[in-house]
């Protein structure tokens, strides 16, 4: 069991460039989890996956975001034309399956700075 | 929606003492989950307790233990004989009972200091 994985761990870029994150959940773990984190502020669900299907997507997720999890392993979110108020971290967990009492294990996250 | 507060941003306590951290939520859900989230600076959130709201006993974790007062919708943290590793963000997450809607809604953290 190696954890959650988050790559890149920080990213810089301009305002208006794409840029992509990826996931790699843990070994078995069939549901992805997306959240947003700005400083000083609790994380903010994003959207997540059960397997390859995506069931939820925040109203936060506006059509510049967009996430895929095409085999049901390692998810990417992609956001284009990039804007100052999308400098967060961005957090990636994922549960073994279903239920609530699931515990939701989180990666390092990837901090997106836009320049 | 679902709303979880936490009123206290910052926090200190000094080594081998406990202290209480607040947390309140409010929703119309009579089953539901509530967890407190530990994230050391620069590293990963990680999961410190749960509480079902069905049960209840409050939930204990070593030196960690809740006190849930389903009726006032209240989940405060107690840590007990602190540590230096305890330092760290801590949040409260709520996350419903049944149905699809299975994220956490979490509060907007208390940072806890241990001093010397």
């Known amino acids: 069991d190696t954890g959650v994985s988050q790559n890149p761990r920080h990213k810089i870029t301009k305002r208006g460039q794409n840029v992509t994150f990826r996931c790699d959940p843990i070994s078995e773990h069939n549901r992805l989890y997306w959240y947003r984190q700005t400083l000083g502020q609790g994380p903010e669900f994003l959207t997540y996956f059960q397997n390859e299907a995506q069931l939820e997507k925040s109203r936060l997720l506006s059509d510049r975001f967009s996430a895929e999890r095409p085999k049901g392993s390692f998810s990417t979110l992609e956001i284009q034309r990039t804007e100052q108020g999308d400098s967060a971290m961005y957090l990636c967990?994922?549960?073994?399956?279903?239920?609530?009492?699931?515990?939701?294990?989180f990666g390092d996250g990837t901090r997106l700075s836009i320049l | 929606a679902q709303t979880v507060t936490q009123s206290q941003p910052e926090m200190s306590v000094q080594e081998a003492e406990t202290v209480t951290l607040s947390c309140t939520y409010d929703?119309?859900?009579?089953?539901?989950?509530l967890f407190w989230y530990k994230q050391p600076p620069s590293r990963q959130m990680i999961l410190v307790i749960r509480?079902?709201?069905?049960?209840?006993q409050n939930a204990t974790e070593n030196r960690f233990s809740v006190n849930f007062q389903k009726a006032a919708k209240s989940f405060s943290l107690k840590i007990s004989d602190s540590q230096l590793g305890d330092a760290a963000m801590y949040f409260c997450?709520?996350?419903?009972?049944?149905?699809?809607?299975?994220?956490?809604?979490f509060g907007t953290g208390t940072r806890l200091q241990v001093t010397l």
């Open positions: 509480q079902e709201a069905y049960k209840q």
């Open positions: 929703t119309s859900e009579s089953d539901y989950y």
């Open positions: 997450a709520y996350r419903k009972y049944t149905g699809t809607a299975s994220k956490l809604t």
């Open positions: 967990a994922s549960s073994l399956r279903e239920g609530a009492d699931q515990p939701q294990h």
